[in-house]
């Protein structure tokens, strides 16, 4: 371990592999995904770990993105009792009701032309912000759609690994 290493990432290179697995499976719900970040470790830094996903990110088959994908709830309905959902989307929390009602339209519209939700790092984002990203992402190839979600889950998966290296604990604690 170099000095650069955190407690939260001291404990999960020594988690046990089933602890380990569900946590990352908390960040990214692909099995690839996971099984490939947690046959590397131990990582000697969180910038380590988060190279380790984005390798594995860009390797991931149509399959796995489509497994990743279908762990995130669509933008605007955040998990209930999830606070990683709820915090991640914030933005839409104190939207208008005419723009929620919006969103769940081109939600709809979306999953019907793509087969998936939209998917979106909306950290940091405000509800108009997501908005114009769906109305703009519609129009996409399906090509260019699953890129674009690689992407995006390459943006959230190293959000919430970042967290999980922070504050990583035992007993099943994720990020």
Same mark, same amino acid.
């Given at each position: 371990? /170099? /000095?650069? /290493?955190?407690? +939260?990432?001291?404990?999960?290179?020594?988690? $046990?592999?089933?602890?380990?697995?569900?946590?990352?499976?908390?960040?990214?719900? /692909?099995?690839?995904?996971?099984?490939? =970040?947690?046959?590397?470790?131990?990582? $000697?830094?969180?910038?380590?770990?988060?190279?380790?996903? $984005?390798?594995?990110?860009?390797?991931?088959?149509?399959?796995?993105?489509?497994?990743?994908?279908? +762990?995130?709830?669509? =933008?605007?309905?955040?998990?209930?009792?999830?606070?990683?959902?709820?915090?991640?989307?914030?933005?839409?929390?104190?939207?208008?009701?005419?723009?929620?009602?919006?969103?769940?339209?081109?939600?709809?519209?979306?999953?019907?032309?793509?087969g998936h939700v939209f998917l979106i790092c909306a950290?940091?984002?405000?509800?108009?912000?997501?908005?114009?990203?769906?109305?703009?992402?519609? +129009?996409?190839?399906? $090509?260019?759609?699953?890129?674009?979600?690689?992407?995006?889950?390459?943006? =959230?998966?190293? =959000?919430?690994?970042t967290r999980l290296a922070a504050e990583f604990a035992?007993?099943g604690a994720t990020a």
């Amino acid at each position: 371990m /170099s /000095s650069s /290493s955190t407690p +939260g990432l001291t404990r999960f290179n020594t988690a $046990d592999a089933g602890e380990a697995r569900a946590a990352l499976h908390e960040a990214c719900a /692909s099995q690839a995904w996971g099984a490939r =970040i947690l046959e590397q470790r131990p990582y $000697d830094s969180a910038e380590a770990l988060l190279a380790a996903s $984005d390798a594995a990110m860009a390797e991931l088959t149509a399959a796995d993105l489509a497994e990743a994908m279908a +762990g995130h709830p669509p =933008i605007g309905r955040p998990k209930p009792g999830d606070p990683t959902s709820s915090r991640e989307q914030r933005g839409m929390a104190d939207a208008s009701e005419e723009l929620k009602a919006e969103m769940l339209e081109l939600n709809l519209a979306y999953q019907e032309k793509f087969g998936h939700v939209f998917l979106i790092c909306a950290t940091g984002l405000t509800g108009e912000q997501m908005r114009d990203a769906v109305r703009a992402r519609i +129009g996409n190839t399906p $090509d260019q759609e699953r890129e674009i979600v690689r992407t995006e889950l390459g943006k =959230i998966n190293r =959000i919430r690994l970042t967290r999980l290296a922070a504050e990583f604990a035992s007993e099943g604690a994720t990020a």
